[in-house]
Nanobody
């Protein structure tokens, strides 16, 4: 079992920045950030492979969000710049990927409790 804990959410104005953190109880395996806004499906945002070299981000946040990890592989960061109101959501990190597309929320076993991001003026 992998335990995950997110932090770093908050309220910012459009154009602002936040850095989210996800602490894993163990390293190994990919970690993916998802977000879910009220009334919407949970959607993948960014993913990082063990070692931190290979990453993916979805088109809607490309150029604004980056994902990274520390040397231990147990702290995963999501740096979010130039935030927009449509980025407002609960952000989750997920691990325990099984198979299929990394974008699929159903393809992960373990989830954190989430951290809220609100972007408004």
């Amino acid at each position: 079992e992998i335990q995950l804990q997110e932090s770093g959410g908050g309220s910012v104005q459009p154009g602002g920045s936040l850095r989210l953190s996800c602490i894993r109880s163990t390293n190994g395996g990919r970690t993916t950030w998802f977000r879910q806004a009220p009334g919407k499906a949970r959607e993948a945002v960014a993913m990082i492979f063990p070692g931190g070299i290979v990453t993916e981000v979805v088109d809607s946040v490309k150029g604004r969000f980056t994902v990274a990890q520390d040397d231990s592989g147990t702290k995963i960061y999501l740096q979010m710049n130039n935030l927009k109101p449509e980025d407002s959501a609960m952000y989750y990190c997920a691990a325990g990927y099984t198979y299929g597309s990394w974008l699929g929320a159903g393809n992960y076993h373990y989830w954190g409790q989430g951290t809220q991001v609100t972007v408004s003026s």
